[in-house]
Every structure is written in structure tokens, then in C-alpha cells.
């Protein structure tokens, strides 16, 4: 099932592709969350840009849970793509886009980059980005 920025479902014959499209604008950072269980067969999961071109991808033949992040390079409608192949399992992948670069861009301008809540903003991020918090 599909609910805005999820999708789930759970199989015990997935062989095809499901395909669900998002749209990024130049800038914008994209992170997947991704939870895999895998019983039997493959499943590959792709984040396509909107050439068609495979940003990322990954085949899975055993149960992972992981995170993927990218940062739009072009505005476009992006393709998450999730492909099984005699399949026997479930996958949950849930995803967010954010603006923070726009959000710096525009705060520059005006600035308000020192601004006590900007910087505190700035400073969860870092330490996400480098696990220090989840």
C-alpha cells in the first residue's frame, strides 16, 4: 500500500515492478528508509532520475534495513522503483524531501543564517548525517 510518502506491502508471489513517481526540484535532498525481509527470490529496489537513468540500485536476497540519500542535481519527476523477481517477503520504504538548501539560500539572502533556531536546525542535521543522532 501506498500513503504519501510510504509504501509497504508484504507478498508472497511479487513477480513485476511497481513504480511510484516524485517530484524533486534542483536542490532538494531525498532520503529513503528502507526495510526489506526477503524469503525467497530477489528484490531490487532503483531511484531513477527523470531521464531514466538509474540513480541507485540495489538487489536484495536476504532481509536489510537501510537508508539512501541524494540530492537533486535537476528538477524533475524522479521514479522510485521496487521490481521482484519470483519474490516471497515484504518491504517497507518510506521517504522525505527536503528543502534545506532552498531554505539556506533564501535565509542567506535575507540574513537570517545566524538566527539561533536556523543554526540549531543546522546542527541536528549534522549530527544526523553523521549518525551521531537517529
Same mark, same amino acid.
Given at each position: 500500500?501506498?500513503?504519501?510518502?510510504?509504501?509497504?506491502?508484504?507478498?508472497?508471489?511479487?513477480?513485476?515492478?511497481?513504480?511510484?513517481?516524485?517530484?524533486?526540484?534542483?536542490?532538494?535532498?531525498?532520503?529513503?528508509?528502507?526495510?526489506?525481509?526477503? *524469503?525467497?527470490?530477489?528484490?531490487?529496489?532503483?531511484?531513477?532520475?527523470?531521464?531514466?537513468?538509474?540513480?541507485?540500485?540495489?538487489?536484495?536476497?536476504? *532481509?536489510?534495513?537501510?537508508?539512501? *540519500?541524494?540530492?537533486?542535481?535537476?528538477?524533475?519527476?524522479?521514479?522510485?522503483?521496487?521490481?521482484?523477481?519470483?519474490?516471497?517477503?515484504?518491504? *517497507?520504504?518510506?521517504?522525505?524531501?527536503?528543502?534545506?538548501?532552498?531554505?539556506?539560500?533564501?535565509?542567506?539572502?535575507?540574513?537570517?543564517?545566524?538566527?539561533?533556531?536556523?543554526?540549531?536546525?543546522?546542527?541536528?542535521?549534522?549530527?544526523?548525517?553523521?549518525?551521531?543522532?537517529?
Amino acid at each position: 500500500m501506498n500513503y504519501g510518502n510510504d509504501f509497504e506491502a508484504s507478498y508472497q508471489l511479487f513477480d513485476g515492478e511497481e513504480r511510484e513517481r516524485i517530484q524533486l526540484d534542483a536542490g532538494d535532498t531525498f532520503s529513503l528508509s528502507y526495510e526489506v525481509d526477503v *524469503d525467497d527470490g530477489a528484490l531490487t529496489i532503483q531511484f531513477v532520475d527523470p531521464d531514466g537513468n538509474a540513480i541507485w540500485e540495489e538487489t536484495f536476497l536476504e *532481509d536489510e534495513k537501510n537508508v539512501f *540519500d541524494f540530492t537533486a542535481k535537476a528538477s524533475g519527476r524522479y521514479s522510485l522503483v521496487v521490481a521482484g523477481d519470483k519474490a516471497e517477503g515484504s518491504f *517497507d520504504l518510506s521517504w522525505d524531501v527536503g528543502e534545506l538548501q532552498h531554505f539556506c539560500r533564501q535565509n542567506h539572502r535575507e540574513g537570517l543564517l545566524n538566527h539561533p533556531d536556523f543554526l540549531f536546525i543546522q546542527s541536528q542535521v549534522i549530527q544526523y548525517r553523521f549518525g551521531l543522532i537517529k
